[in-house]
Nanobody, 123 residues
Framework: VQLQASGGGLVQAGDSLRLSCAAS????????TGWFRQASGKEREFVAG???????AYADSVKGRFSISRDNAKNTVYLQMTTLKPEDTAVYYC??????????????????WGQGTQVTVSS
């Protein structure tokens, strides 16, 4: 399973970005896919997830601003980020594992990780 995350960049506070996660060797409609982020000097934290059946979950810090979705035909998961804040600055990772119905929020529950994409939000 290989995951390729893309779409990061340098933006200003209030701007939007869309991250993409493309997979090979894994069908996203079968397993839960998540986005985590890791800011410098901090632990990796859950951001959003989408189950195999399409249910979604979000960290409290991004609810109402971020939206996770999936294009089944392209086998790609997206993270639409709006109203970005400086505290959203981090490396964002997409991940998947062996869960299908639940959306774990612990990174230890996931087996495969993309390489990460940097998101920097300036104030």
């Amino acid at each position: 399973v290989q995951l390729q995350a893309s779409g990061g960049g340098l933006v200003q506070a209030g701007d939007s970005l869309r991250l993409s996660c493309a997979a090979s060797g894994r069908t996203f409609t079968t397993y839960t896919t998540g986005w985590f982020r890791q800011a410098s000097g901090k632990e990796r934290e859950f951001v959003a997830g989408i189950s195999g059946s399409g249910h979604t979950a979000y960290a409290d810090s991004v609810k109402g601003r971020f939206s996770i979705s999936r294009d089944n035909a392209k086998n790609t998961v997206y993270l639409q980020m709006t109203t970005l804040k400086p505290e959203d600055t981090a490396v964002y990772y997409c991940t998947t594992g062996w869960k299908s119905l639940t959306i774990p929020t612990s990174y230890g529950e996931y087996a495969y990780w993309g390489q990460g994409t940097q998101v920097t939000v300036s104030s």
